[in-house]
Structures are given as C-alpha cells and as structure tokens.
Nanobody, 127 residues
Framework: QVHLVESGGGSVRTGGALRLACVTF????????MGWFRQVPGKEREGVAA????????NYADSVKGRFTISQDNAENTLYLQMNDLKPEDTAMYFC????????????????????WGQGTQVTVSS
C-alpha cells in the first residue's frame, strides 16, 4: 500500500524560504510520477511542480518558476520542494502526490492525473 507523508510547512515572512519533504512508503517501482500541489480554501487544487522519478524531468507552474525546485532523494524515498523568495500568494496547504501510470496523457501538473495523495502541510507567508 502506497503512503505519502508530507512535512516542512510553517510560517515565514515574504522573501523567506521553506523546504517541504514527502516521504513515500510502499513504492516498489523505480519509474513513476510525483508532484507538489497546493490549495487554498474555496479554490481548486493547483499543480506547482512535478517530476518523473527515474528520469528526472521536471515541470513547474509559471507562478513558481525560478523560485521553487522539485527534487528527489531515492536513497531516502523522499521528494522535496525547495521554496525560495516566498510570497503571500504562496500561502496554501501543500500536498504531494504520486502516480504509476505511464499511459495517462493528462498534464503532469493536473491534480486529476494523480491517484495517491498525502495529507498536506500548511505554508503561510506573511507580508
């Protein structure tokens, strides 16, 4: 059974940085897709960054390009999201997600593409 656990959220001021972590449990594949998503109350969940585990290719939302970096540590079974130069509009609940299908044509930043989800970690950026 695949299980994802996020950590690393918190409260920072504008311009600050945080690193989110997502530990994966029960994954036996060496090639699959993972992503970071965020959601604020009353709005749809949006894709922030995605990565192909095993290949390393990445995708980013335009709003975070140049500020956020998604990476993996296979030895630790952990996905990271380094967030720099944070802005108040980055405030949200952040979720990691994983999916093992290779024949799904939906965009990697589409939440609908992912089957497994973590419980989320809150990020709050104050001005």
């Amino acid at each position: 059974q695949v299980h994802l656990v996020e950590s690393g959220g918190g409260s920072v001021r504008t311009g600050g940085a945080l690193r989110l972590a997502c530990v994966t449990f029960g994954v036996t594949s060496s090639s699959y897709y993972m992503g970071w998503f965020r959601q604020v109350p009353g709005k749809e969940r949006e894709g922030v960054a995605a990565i192909y585990i095993g290949g390393g290719s990445t995708n980013y939302a335009d709003s975070v390009k140049g500020r956020f970096t998604i990476s993996q540590d296979n030895a630790e079974n952990t996905l990271y999201l380094q967030m720099n130069d944070l802005k108040p509009e980055d405030t949200a609940m952040y979720f990691c997600a994983a999916d093992f299908r290779h024949d799904d044509a939906r965009p990697l930043l589409s939440p609908d593409r992912y089957y497994y989800w973590g419980q989320g970690t809150q990020v709050t950026v104050s001005s």
